[in-house]
């Protein structure tokens, strides 16, 4: 299923509906920034990352328990290999610059609803706003009708670079002149 990669920045208990997740786009920064909070994410959550041996596979761990593994990769695994990490209630998040060469992985995991395409370029208008009207709720902020259309406008449209601007901004609350 093809979804917003801005709906996992403002709701991060999102990705927990998912059983895999594939990242492209062509903002790497952007694509490793959403890896990275997807981590967190899970790892609130209980899940332990895992690396994922090539030629190995994903067998099943003897001594798993109640654990329940998450397995990031920047090198495709296969099909039936992401299956079988899904079987076992694990999670993969699998992340790749856009390429005409990972077609079929995008038609792979945009025809499944347990699956998550998210697709990171370059914000437009509607998707910073997201952004920032996200991060403004999850902390409580306030600000004034003109200043938010303001610091939307000056707001950097590559999403690296936009987060550690709103970070700043947190460091500006309940600062008064």
Same mark, same amino acid.
């Given at each position: 299923m093809k979804i917003n990669p801005e709906n996992f920045i403002v709701d991060e208990g999102l990705c927990l509906n998912y059983k895999s997740l594939f990242i492209s786009g062509n903002d790497?920064?952007?694509?490793?920034?959403?890896?990275?909070?997807?981590?967190? *994410?899970?790892?609130? =959550? !209980?899940f332990v990352k895992k690396a994922?041996?090539?030629?190995?596979?994903?067998? *099943?761990?003897?001594? =798993? !328990?109640?654990n329940k593994y998450l397995y990031v990769s920047e090198k495709y695994i296969g099909d039936s290999s992401v299956?079988?990490?899904?079987?076992n209630k694990d999670v993969f998040i699998f992340y790749e610059k856009s390429s005409s060469k990972n077609k079929l992985i995008k038609q792979f995991f945009s025809k499944s609803k347990d699956r998550a395409l998210m697709e990171c370029y370059e914000l437009d208008s509607n998707r910073k706003k997201t952004i920032v009207s996200g991060f403004i709720k999850k902390h409580n902020l306030v600000f004034e009708n003109n200043v938010y259309w303001l610091m939307?406008?000056?707001?950097?449209?590559r999403f690296s670079i936009l987060n550690k601007e709103l970070d700043k901004i947190l460091l500006l609350d309940n600062k008064s002149d």
């Open positions: 790497e920064a952007y694509i490793f920034s959403l890896v990275d909070l997807l981590i967190k *994410s899970f790892s609130k =959550k !209980g994922i041996v090539e030629g190995v596979g994903t067998t *099943s761990d003897l001594f =798993k !328990g109640e299956e079988e990490i899904e079987n939307l406008d000056l707001l950097d449209n």
